[in-house]
């Protein structure tokens, strides 16, 4: 059974970090590219940080470069989320996906949700003083 876990989130201080974990089993993660989303109330899903198959590479939204660090470790089969400076407007659901169609290596990488089809069950992150 291919599975997903999230891990880590909580609730931080403006100006904290946190470092989100995403466990897999059933699949070898560092086959698929893999994303982080995350979705407030009433708005779309938007991807986070992404990183290409292997490890080809790594995408980010333009607002949150500097901020957020994406990283595979091999050996865990697990993708991790570093997030610094964490502000108000980042408190929501995170997610980790597996990207399932795709052509291997740096161009994998994808923010669009519709291109993942593994997804975990999301972990909030609260970001209040």
């Known amino acids: 059974q291919v599975q997903l876990v999230e891990s880590g989130g909580g609730l931080v201080q403006p100006g904290g970090s946190l470092r989100l974990s995403c466990a897999a089993s059933?699949?070898?993660?560092?086959?698929?590219?893999i994303a982080w989303f995350r979705q407030a109330p009433g708005k779309e899903r938007e991807g986070v940080p992404c990183i290409s198959s292997g490890d080809g590479g790594t995408g980010y939204r333009d607002s949150l470069k500097g901020r957020f660090t994406i990283a595979r470790d091999h050996a865990k089969n697990s993708v991790y989320l570093q997030m610094n400076s964490l502000e108000p407007e980042d408190t929501t659901v995170y997610y980790c996906?597996?990207?399932?169609?795709?052509?291997?290596?740096?161009?994998?990488?994808?923010?669009?949700?519709?291109?993942?089809?593994?997804w975990g069950q999301g972990t909030q992150v609260t970001v209040s003083s």
């Open positions: 059933g699949v070898v993660l560092r086959f698929y590219p």
């Open positions: 996906a597996a990207r399932t169609t795709f052509t291997a290596g740096a161009g994998s990488c994808s923010l669009d949700h519709s291109d993942f089809g593994i």
